[in-house]
C-alpha cells in the first residue's frame, strides 16, 4: 500500500463511524464477498460494489500489483 491509498484510507476512516472489526471496515467498502446464509448454510456471493469507489479501486489495482511479482 502506498502513502497516497494510506492517506485516503485514513481520511475515510472517522472516529464517528465506529467500526467495530476490520472486516466491518472492509464490508463498507465492498472488498469482501456478499453472504448469504441460512440456518448452517453458509453462501458466500461476489464481491460487492458497495462503499467507496476510489479506495476499492486503489487496493485491487495494489494487490494486482503484488500479485504480478
Given at each position: ?17 465506529g467500526y467495530a472489526s476490520s472486516r466491518d471496515y472492509a464490508a ?42
Open positions: 500500500m502506498g502513502v497516497i491509498t494510506a492517506n485516503i484510507i485514513a481520511a475515510d476512516i472517522d472516529d464517528s463511524k463498507s467498502l465492498g472488498v469482501v464477498p456478499k453472504q448469504h446464509s441460512s440456518g448452517d448454510k453458509q453462501v458466500y456471493l461476489g464481491v460487492s460494489k458497495r462503499g467507496n469507489r476510489c479506495i476499492r479501486t486503489m487496493l485491487i489495482h495494489g494487490a494486482r500489483s503484488v500479485d504480478r511479482y
